[in-house]
């Protein structure tokens, strides 16, 4: 089943769709007030973000930092990005993205 990348108005998806007609009702069942800006069907079945590109080139754990830091702060997302800025040096934007990133997975 091949991976499609569709982009809309605030979002990316990256899913396993049979066709473009399948992604696109992907987009539809959960973003119903959202259009499709571009739609891509993936060369392979796997799907890399380089960590280059997200801000982070240290070689400690960022995520574990960051959800260390989101736990000290109780969730609250302000407080965990200073800490975070606090620990690794990092500026805002970087520590933003750390620690927003880990709030989706659940930290």
Same mark, same amino acid.
């Given at each position: 089943? &091949? @991976?499609?990348?569709?982009? +809309?108005? #605030? $979002? !990316?998806?990256?899913?396993? =769709? ?5 992604a696109?009702?992907?987009? +539809?069942?959960?973003? &119903? ?7 891509? *069907? ?6 890399? !973000?380089? *960590?280059?590109?997200? #801000? !982070?080139?240290?070689? +400690?754990? &960022?995520?574990g930092?960051?959800?260390d830091c989101?736990?000290?702060a109780s #969730?609250?997302?302000? $407080? =965990?990005i200073? @800490?975070?800025?606090?620990? +690794?040096?990092?500026? @805002? ?5 750390? !620690? ?5 997975? #659940?930290?």
């Amino acid at each position: 089943m &091949p @991976l499609f990348e569709v982009e +809309t108005e #605030g $979002h !990316i998806i990256i899913t396993w =769709a049979d066709d473009e007609n399948s992604a696109q009702s992907v987009v +539809t069942e959960n973003y &119903p007030e959202e259009n499709v800006v571009r739609m891509s *069907k993936r060369p392979r079945d796997s799907w890399v !973000i380089s *960590k280059g590109v997200l #801000g !982070i080139t240290q070689r +400690t754990d &960022p995520c574990g930092t960051a959800r260390d830091c989101l736990a000290k702060a109780s #969730g609250d997302k302000v $407080h =965990a990005i200073r @800490l975070y800025m606090q620990e +690794t040096g990092n500026d @805002l934007d970087q520590a933003r993205k750390a !620690i927003e990133s880990n709030m989706v997975m #659940g930290w």
